[in-house]
């Protein structure tokens, strides 16, 4: 068995090549008429009970060149009368079962054969528990690709008869359960992979070579497979890439996901990314020799990286570009004045120098287009070898928006306050509603936060007087030595935020911020996830703080601490369908003017989820009671358990709801202004897993985690 599989799975080492040339998407369309259909065909129809038996799932369909190489279904059984024991090994079809759901009567099956799948594509045994064990017995197909990645019209039959042909059908008692670890043995025996650092990236990698090993083989076809199946985890293992490298169908040629490229290869028509089926065939074709158009190219940005390096100071006193193929190094405060814009290219890595403070600071009416992709974010982080919270100054934009505290009215907008920047950094505020600091996308900033001379920590990003205009997408801040994300009135808007390892709070906001979060997740915070007040000198100062947060997940234990929602000095906030799994008081809402907000309705806290506080909500004797508050049944708001896949896993967190825990159901609509997605039928800051766990969520390929402290 082993030759046999071996000599067609991994053809490639022993330098075969197929007759056939596999084009992917340049292929002709399928025929119209083609039928696949599946039948489930049983070893016994009235086997007693305690014996074993075969439950065989039989592919039939239409004479074609292009035969079926892959399905993916479900078979569902009564688990009172049937009991899962394994499968039988057939070769040369990979066969992946995941029986998680199995003591609910619900197996999800995988088969691929690069060559095409045979008549009895899957053999599985079952011990008969109680009579009449047909009655519940079927099979769901969900997907059928052929060689081409051609998906197919999948039908299924309702009936289950006895296998009646002529091949002999193998002893159950030979079935076993077969994972990740069994079938490399199976199809690859003493075939490894190197070890690597977890979370390394690594130079040269190319896509479907899934182990990071530098081949294209077995052991990549397999553990794709087990993530489309759902047997392994899409993220909790650092040392695989199934999320950039596994996820590579459909093609969406000519791009590889380069700049510029609108759909890269493995986006789904829809704009999501999922591993299944697709993907396991063309990685597996790839592996028997059969050339495709994606699979064994270099993924862009998976290079080794830059040597050249160069020195920034000062102000950048005209338009500049940083290349991605030079590390720029920030020597003191580098300033954009207004009038000048500074571009960064995807992948370019901007280090902030520890010895003078490094940092970057972007005046009123200058602009900071940094605009990285999924496979080739920007990244600002420090000079030092090894790294640290507060290693450099961090990033600073200062806008032209509205404040309600500022030293006077006598800036670029008469009557309108400004506030001097942290650091001397710039000047901000005004009347500008719809000012713009530039475009920050795909942009990774870790480490920031360094204390200015006589000063305290600031954020990894300030945000400070920012208007509408300027476009926050797609940013993770990590490991700041202050606050995450700080936002100094304005009305800047942000999408898609990752906060992690703040030493601080991960968002506070102050001054009159009256801006809009959609999808926002705060790992591992020192200090409240979001703390939020209105004006210190003022509570009741306008334009009074009120951001409206929609689709966030904050979770932290013990290491942050810091709690989850402390709102103070007369902020008001509306916060919805939101996950609070944190450590620390779940919610807090103090002084006068705050409990006002809450009377006033002005303080919106619904559809959300709190779970693990040190209480969910505070207790102190003040003037308002949050518990009360929070579980009024009119705000639907609930205590219980989100079921979060890995929350609090550092290195790889996985912040998807599990398939059908509360957190994948219900929610309130965010309105319809233009800004928000609205209909999100979830809560929390990522969709839920679906059945297999195959999506995945769009923090994951781009951003970092961490193993002990940040």
């Known amino acids: 068995m082993r030759q046999s599989l071996v000599a067609l799975l991994m053809a490639v080492a022993a330098g075969c090549r197929s007759d056939v040339l596999m084009r992917g998407l340049d292929a002709p369309a399928p025929d119209a008429r083609r039928a696949v259909s599946t039948r489930l065909e049983v070893s016994s129809l009235n086997a007693p009970v305690g014996e074993r038996i075969l439950v065989v799932v039989r592919l039939a369909q239409s004479s074609s060149l292009d035969r079926v190489a892959g399905v993916q279904g479900a078979i569902h059984f009564d688990p009172?009368?049937?009991?899962?024991?394994?499968?039988?090994?057939?070769?040369?079809?990979?066969?992946?079962?995941?029986?998680?759901?199995?003591?609910?009567?619900?197996?999800?099956?995988?088969?691929?054969?690069?060559?095409?799948?045979?008549?009895?594509?899957?053999?599985?045994?079952?011990?008969?528990?109680?009579?009449?064990?047909?009655?519940?017995?079927?099979?769901?197909?969900?997907?059928?690709?052929?060689?081409?990645?051609?998906?197919?019209?999948?039908?299924?039959?309702?009936?289950v008869g006895r296998v009646r042909d002529t091949i002999p059908l193998p002893s159950a008692d030979a079935a076993r359960r077969l994972g990740v670890r069994e079938w490399d043995e199976l199809l690859a025996p003493g075939l490894t992979h190197a070890a690597l650092t977890p979370g390394q990236i690594v130079p040269g990698l190319r896509y479907?070579?899934?182990?990071?090993?530098?081949?294209?083989?077995?052991?990549?076809?397999?553990?794709?497979?087990?993530?489309?199946?759902?047997?392994?985890?899409?993220?909790?293992?650092?040392?695989?890439?199934?999320?950039?490298?596994?996820?590579?169908?459909?093609?969406?040629?000519?791009?590889?996901g380069e700049v510029g490229d609108a759909s890269p290869p493995g986006r789904n028509a829809d704009g999501t990314f999922t591993i299944d089926v697709l993907d396991v065939v063309a990685i597996s074709n790839e592996a028997v020799g059969v050339n495709q158009p994606v699979v064994g190219e270099a993924i862009p940005g998976r290079v080794a990286p830059p040597t050249a390096r160069a020195v920034v100071a000062d102000t950048v006193r005209a338009d500049r570009t940083f290349f991605h193929d030079t590390v720029y190094?920030?020597?003191?405060?580098?300033?954009?004045?207004?009038?000048?814009?500074?571009?960064?290219?995807?992948?370019?890595?901007?280090?902030?120098?520890?010895?003078?403070?490094?940092?970057?600071?972007?005046?009123?009416?200058?602009?900071?287009?940094?605009?990285?992709t999924r496979l080739q974010p920007v990244v600002f982080t420090c000079t030092a070898a090894a790294k640290s919270p507060g290693c450099w100054g961090g990033i600073i934009l200062n806008g032209a928006s509205l404040l309600n505290n500022g030293s006077g009215t006598t800036g670029i907008d008469i009557g309108c306050p400004e506030k001097v920047a942290p650091g001397n950094a710039g000047t901000y505020g005004g009347c500008r509603v719809q000012d713009t600091s530039g475009t920050l996308r795909y942009v990774r900033i870790e480490y920031g936060g360094m204390m200015p001379p006589g000063g305290s920590a600031t954020a990894g990003l300030s945000l400070l007087g920012v208007g509408t205009g300027t476009v926050i997408d797609s940013i993770q801040v990590h490991g700041s030595g202050g606050d995450g994300v700080f936002l100094s009135g304005g009305t800047a808007d942000l999408r898609d935020v990752f906060i992690t390892g703040s030493t601080?709070?991960?968002?506070?906001?102050d001054d009159g911020w009256v801006g809009r979060v959609q999808f926002l997740a705060v790992l591992e915070s020192g200090g409240p996830a979001l703390s939020g007040s209105n004006s210190l000198p003022d509570s009741n100062a306008g334009p009074r703080s009120h951001p409206r947060i929609f689709n966030a997940t904050m979770a932290g234990t013990a290491q942050g601490g810091g709690g989850g929602v402390l709102l103070e000095h007369g902020t008001a906030l509306t916060l919805g369908d939101a996950i609070v799994l944190q450590s620390g008081?779940?919610?807090?809402?103090?002084?006068?003017?705050?409990?006002a907000q809450a009377a006033a309705l002005t303080i919106d806290i619904s559809s959300s989820i709190f779970f693990g506080g040190t209480p969910d909500f505070s207790t102190d004797a003040d003037c308002l009671d949050e518990a009360a508050y929070a579980t009024d049944p009119a705000r639907a708001n609930a205590v219980s358990d989100p079921l979060l896949i890995a929350p609090l896993n550092t290195l790889t967190p996985d912040l998807r709801p599990r398939s059908g825990a509360p957190a994948s159901l219900g929610g309130v609509s965010a309105p319809p202004d233009g800004f928000f997605m609205t209909g999100v039928p979830y809560i929390g800051a990522v969709e839920p897993a679906n059945g297999a766990g195959s999506n995945i969520p769009w923090y994951a390929g781009w951003t970092r985690g961490w193993s002990g402290t940040p």
Request: charged letters at 15%; proline letters at 5%; a negative charge.
């Open 80 to 159: 009172a009368r049937l009991q899962f024991v394994g499968q039988m090994p057939a070769a040369p079809t990979l066969v992946m079962v995941s029986d998680a759901r199995a003591g609910q009567g619900s197996l999800r099956v995988l088969c691929v054969n690069a060559r095409g799948l045979p008549d009895r594509m899957a053999m599985l045994a079952f011990q008969v528990l109680a009579p009449s064990y047909l009655r519940a017995l079927r099979f769901e197909g969900s997907q059928a690709v052929t060689q081409r990645l051609q998906s197919a019209a999948l039908s299924t039959s309702p009936e």
């Open 504 to 509: 601080a709070a991960g968002v506070r906001w």
């Open 208 to 256: 479907g070579d899934v182990t990071l090993d530098g081949a294209i083989n077995v052991l990549d076809v397999v553990m794709d497979a087990n993530v489309a199946v759902g047997m392994a985890d899409l993220l909790v293992n650092p040392s695989v890439d199934v999320v950039i490298a596994g996820n590579v169908a459909p093609f969406n040629l000519p791009g590889l």
């Open 329 to 372: 190094e920030l020597r003191g405060t580098v300033i954009v004045p207004g009038s000048v814009t500074l571009t960064i290219e995807a992948g370019t890595q901007v280090e902030g120098d520890v010895a003078t403070r490094g940092a970057l600071a972007v005046q009123r009416g200058g602009r900071l287009r940094a605009v990285g």
């Open 585 to 595: 008081v779940g919610l807090d809402v103090n002084g006068d003017a705050s409990c």
